[in-house]
Nanobody, 124 residues
Framework: QVQLVESGGGLVQAGGSLKLSCAAS????????IGWFRQIPGKEREFVTF??????????HYGDFVKGRFTISRDNAKNTVYLQMNGLEPGDTAIYYC???????????????WGQGTQVTVSS
């Protein structure tokens, strides 16, 4: 079992920044990647980014819509993954979830463990 807890969401104006955190605990060695997804009510959960968890050099991948605005990073000593979001737009408003997965893939089905989510709201 892996437990994930997100934090750092909130309300920000368009053009602003937020930094989300995902604290992991439990059997984290069983997971290969930690990813971020987001979901707007009534829509499917959308891939944002992932980072490999235990590789010597972290490997990252981003959804096309990110366009260089977001950066994922990790601190293995703290068992925490971060999502720095800059240049936020109203279209980024969603609940953001972190998840632990077995392979470096973008589909939701690859991820076995999920956090409870944190709300990000971007005002125009």
């Amino acid at each position: 079992q892996v437990q994930l807890v997100e934090s750092g969401g909130g309300l920000v104006q368009a053009g602003g920044s937020l930094k989300l955190s995902c604290a992991a605990s439990g059997r984290t060695d069983s997971s290969f990647v930690i990813g971020w997804f987001r979901q707007i009510p009534g829509k499917e959960r959308e891939f944002v980014t992932f980072i490999t968890w235990r590789t010597t050099v972290p490997v990252t991948h981003y959804g096309d819509f990110v366009k260089g605005r977001f950066t994922i990073s990790r601190d293995n000593a703290k068992n925490t993954v971060y999502l720095q979001m800059n240049g936020l737009e109203p279209g980024d408003t969603a609940i953001y979830y972190c998840a632990a997965g077995r392979r470096a893939l973008t589909d939701v089905a690859n991820y076995d463990y999920w956090g409870q989510g944190t709300q990000v709201t971007v005002s125009s």
